[in-house]
């Protein structure tokens, strides 16, 4: 059974840090490109980070340039997000998605609310 379980997520200040993990089961992890979106009410679902089935190059939505880092460890079938200087414009339920060709699986999501 396929599962990709997110956690870490919360209510933090601006400023802040979160880092978000998302584990994986039922499938080879290490084949699948691994990426992050997050959607809110006012918007639709957007993507933040994809990292690659062997690590490596990664890319990050404008927004979050410089401030998120996605990351990977495939012995442990994980991926995680760490985010760091956190907006109001940050908050959303974030998902992860394990991408291969035409397999494509989610998780449930996490809530990040960044608020004073």
């Known amino acids: 059974q396929v599962q990709l379980v997110e956690s870490g997520g919360g209510l933090v200040q601006p400023g802040g840090s979160l880092r978000l993990s998302c584990a994986a089961s039922?499938?080879?992890?290490?084949?699948?490109?691994m990426k992050w979106y997050r959607q809110s009410p006012e918007k639709e679902r957007e993507l933040v980070a994809g990292?690659?089935?062997?690590?490596?190059?990664?890319n990050y939505a404008d927004s979050v340039k410089g401030r998120f880092t996605i990351s990977r460890d495939n012995a442990k079938s994980t991926v995680y997000l760490q985010m760091n200087s956190l907006k109001p414009e940050d908050t959303a339920v974030y998902y992860c998605?394990?991408?291969?060709?035409?397999?494509?699986?989610w998780g449930q999501g996490t809530q990040v609310t960044v608020s004073s």
């Open positions: 998605n394990a991408l291969r060709g035409w397999w494509s699986y």
């Open positions: 990292i690659p089935s062997a690590g490596g190059s990664t």
């Open positions: 039922g499938f080879t992890f290490s084949s699948y490109t």
